[in-house]
């Protein structure tokens, strides 16, 4: 009897296909690579998040090796850290910044130190950040006063999603903390936006309230 040769199927490796590629750190959608929005002078809303390996950024040890890395990059390159808040895997900014340029560097100089400071603290290496920062460029007073309560208020934002009590009084991870003694984390805004137009909205919703 001749024995009959039968034809093997061939593995079908790439190529495009729904499901492929590398799987991202976490369910969120990557920000996207494109080109930064260019500006000049502007007020931004800065999200930076890091990967699922990395430690809870709220525990003790790993803010304060957050806080040298904040005392010494708050103000670089005209770049200004005015309000942050550090949740247990991202971050929130409020800076000012001249250009795009000038952001792109300062940020980069902020993680680096971050990224150095965590890594000895876990004793690993490796990268920390999982994804390209994210920045939103405020366009009004009033778009920057919501973002300022975002950051700072955002662990009693994150408690109201999840139903859990409110927390109460100011955030000890964040910008508003009284640190007396301490180098400045944060530095004082020195452009219209968030020095003179948030000032102004403040006063008028205050007023507003007490009527």
Not at 32 to 46: D, I, N, S
Not at 48 to 59: A, G
Not at 154 to 180: F, K, M
Request: a positive charge; aromatic letters at 8%; one cysteine or more.
């Amino acid at each position: 009897m001749n024995a009959i040769q039968q034809e093997l199927p061939l593995p079908r490796w790439g190529g495009a296909r729904r499901g492929a590629g590398r799987k991202r750190e976490s369910g969120r959608k990557n920000v996207p690579h494109r080109p930064r929005r260019k500006f000049r002078r502007g007020a931004l809303h800065v999200t930076v998040r890091i990967r699922k390996e990395v430690w809870n950024l709220r525990t003790h040890r790993c803010f304060r090796a957050l806080e040298r890395a904040f005392a010494r990059g708050c103000e670089r390159f005209g770049f200004r850290l005015v309000h942050f808040s550090v949740q247990g895997n991202h971050m929130h900014y409020i800076v000012e910044a001249p250009d795009a340029v000038a952001l792109g560097r300062a940020m980069k100089g902020l993680e680096v130190r971050m990224a150095r400071a965590l890594n000895k603290v876990m004793d690993r290496r490796g990268p920390v950040f999982a994804d390209r920062y994210h920045a939103h460029l405020l366009e009004s007073p009033r778009e920057a006063v919501h973002a300022i309560r975002y950051v700072v208020e955002n662990w009693a934002i994150h408690a109201a999603r999840e139903r859990r009590p409110p927390p109460r009084g100011v955030d000890p991870y964040c910008s508003d903390w009284p640190r007396e003694g301490d180098p400045p984390l944060v530095v004082r805004p020195e452009w219209w936006m968030l020095c003179v137009g948030v000032r102004k909205v403040q006063s008028r919703l205050a007023v507003t309230l007490a009527g």
